[in-house]
């Protein structure tokens, strides 16, 4: 483990393609930083797979197998801090993050999401739900965003954006494949720019 480079926590939700492609560039120095976890709000994420492949270590955070949310909250932050986790970054996490969690790493939580926000965010946004919505409103170009985590939905400070055309045979599952060659592309160039203090931040 290299102690000079930033630490991240991925937190994901299903098959983990956007956490392999920041293991890759973790692995071809496109990204100057080390993955050391991955947290899933399930076990049969395909994600932890991929972690457990590389030697990573995962984390099943399910608030329902503790006394309460907030103890529940209380051990992941702990468990944040224990392996000295410097960002996280979200790849496909559909729970909202604990308020105690955003305090503790305000601005150093990332998310991606598959539309130009602020159009097409918030709960219930996410995957096939987000393409079917950006064709059914005929809408001609959609894309990548990624952003800042805060207390809401989607609503962070954006940090860059990448637009994908929609062209009128799209279905969703084309858009959607569209756009995920952007955010494979797109995440690690990002994340590496935020640990190097590239990003003008508005804290407001």
């Known amino acids: 483990m290299d102690k000079s480079k930033a630490k991240i926590a991925v937190f994901i939700s299903g098959s983990g393609t956007n956490l392999q492609a920041l293991i890759d560039a973790t ?33 099943v955070f399910q608030p329902k197998e503790y006394s309460s949310r907030e103890i529940a909250n209380e051990k992941l932050l702990a468990l944040l801090k224990e392996r000295k986790i410097d960002y996280i970054a979200l790849a496909g996490y559909l729970k909202l993050i604990p308020t105690s969690l955003i305090k503790a790493y305000r601005n150093r939580i990332v998310n991606i999401h598959p539309a130009l926000l602020p159009k097409y965010g918030g709960k219930g946004m996410y995957g096939h739900f987000v393409h079917e919505t950006v064709i059914a409103n005929q809408e001609k170009e959609s894309g990548v965003t990624i952003h800042l985590v805060d207390e809401q939905y989607d609503r962070g400070n954006i940090l860059e954006q990448v637009k994908v055309p929609v062209l009128p045979d799209d279905t969703p599952e084309k858009l959607a494949a569209k756009i995920l060659v952007q955010e494979h592309k797109l995440y690690p160039k990002v994340l590496d720019n935020l640990i190097k203090g590239k990003y003008k931040i508005n804290n407001e």
């Open 27 to 59: 692995k071809s120095g496109h990204l100057d930083a080390e993955i050391v976890l991955v947290v899933s709000n399930t076990k049969k994420a395909f994600g932890l797979k991929r972690a457990e492949k590389e030697g990573i270590e995962t984390f």
